[in-house]
């Protein structure tokens, strides 16, 4: 054996292959926790939409407000199962609630004279404003926040427009990570006669 040939490994060498490897242990680790985190927030998120489908089909399928008898109001017409009465049922901010409000100003993208209702959900929770509107030619135009003074759905003998921008938004967070889903569309009583449909488009917020 000549004094150039060496057999095995030598400590140093030991200890620079165990750190390789280590470190290659450690990278893919993270690569597989990092993975199930991205998995995590867009299975979250993708329930936070579809959520969101859902309630804005479960709203479309309601009765708009069927027309109130001869001298009653529309809440004794009604069974209390209509769009008008689930989303915007009166026009008061004294009787607001921490899940149920009426904001004369705008606020959180949506016009004055909005009704806001909050909704609890097992990963955040969701907000279904909706505003009275009526079609003009130049598009859809919220009815003014004054007009709505002392609108209730329980005395009132007939709407303030026959029609509805509904938007919903629900909030997620999945970890450190958060964000929210929104969707609107105009609903109108057809019983009210054609009035045009022009769906706002939908927007999302990471």
């Not at 709505?148 to 005395?155: A, F, H, K, T």
Request: net charge neutral.
């Amino acid at each position: 054996m000549g004094l150039g040939d060496h057999r095995g490994f030598t400590l140093i060498e030991v200890v620079v292959a165990a750190a390789i490897i280590l470190g290659v242990v450690l990278a893919t680790s993270d690569g597989v926790v990092a993975v199930k985190g991205l998995t995590a927030r867009s299975a979250t998120r993708q329930a936070a939409e579809a959520r969101v489908a859902a309630e804005i089909e479960h709203l479309r399928c309601l009765p708009f407000a069927p027309p109130a008898t001869s001298g009653a109001t529309l809440a004794a017409a009604t069974s209390g199962s209509d769009l008008v009465s689930s989303v915007f049922p009166r026009a008061d901010t004294t009787l607001d609630t921490a899940d149920a409000w009426f904001a004369p100003e705008a606020r959180d993208d949506c016009p004055a004279g909005t009704f806001f209702t909050a909704v609890s959900l097992p990963q955040g929770r969701m907000t279904i404003a909706a505003t009275f509107v009526v079609g003009t030619a130049g598009g859809w135009r919220a009815v003014p926040a004054a007009r709505l003074s002392g609108y209730d759905v329980r005395q009132a003998v007939e709407l303030p427009s026959a029609a509805l921008l509904v938007r919903v938004t629900a909030a997620w967070q999945s970890a450190a990570a958060q964000g929210t889903v929104a969707r609107s569309a105009i609903i109108s009583n057809p019983a009210q006669g054609p009035c045009r449909i022009a769906v706002p488009a939908v927007s999302e917020g990471a």
